[in-house]
Nanobody, 125 residues
Framework: QLQLVESGGGLVQPGGSLRLSCAASGFTLDSYAIGWFRQAPGKEREGVSCITSGGNTNYKDSVKGRFTISRDNAKNTVYLQMNSLKPEDTAIYYC???????????????????WGQGTQVTVST
């Protein structure tokens, strides 16, 4: 059974940091591009970042310079390091796969699959 499991979310003050993990079971991530998405209440799911199997990365403009995506194929895990967090980063964060690296550039959730259950990130005082 193919499964992605996100972890690492929590409550953090503005300016703080979190590192999210996306671990795969039942398959290996190394041949996939992996995307991170988020969904705030009442809003559509949006792409945050993506990393191809070759290590090329893409970021939503509002997180550039604050978030860093990386992958450890030996651990079958992708990470999202989030620094300088803002209240508007509050959302449920999901990871998902795509076998077409081209979709990393557009970050459209419709082009990704194998969604995890999500992890809540709350940025608040």
């Amino acid at each position: 059974q193919l499964q992605l499991v996100e972890s690492g979310g929590g409550l953090v003050q503005p300016g703080g940091s979190l590192r999210l993990s996306c671990a795969a079971s039942g398959f290996t991530l190394d041949s996939y591009a992996i995307g991170w998405f988020r969904q705030a209440p009442g809003k559509e799911r949006e792409g945050v970042s993506c990393i191809t199997s070759g290590g090329n990365t893409n970021y939503k403009d509002s997180v550039k310079g604050r978030f860093t995506i990386s992958r450890d194929n030996a651990k079958n895990t992708v990470y999202l390091q989030m620094n300088s967090l803002k209240p508007e980063d509050t959302a449920i964060y999901y990871c998902a796969t795509t076998s077409n690296y081209y979709y990393c550039s557009g970050l459209k959730f419709r082009n990704f699959g194998n969604w995890g259950q999500g992890t809540q990130v709350t940025v608040s005082t």
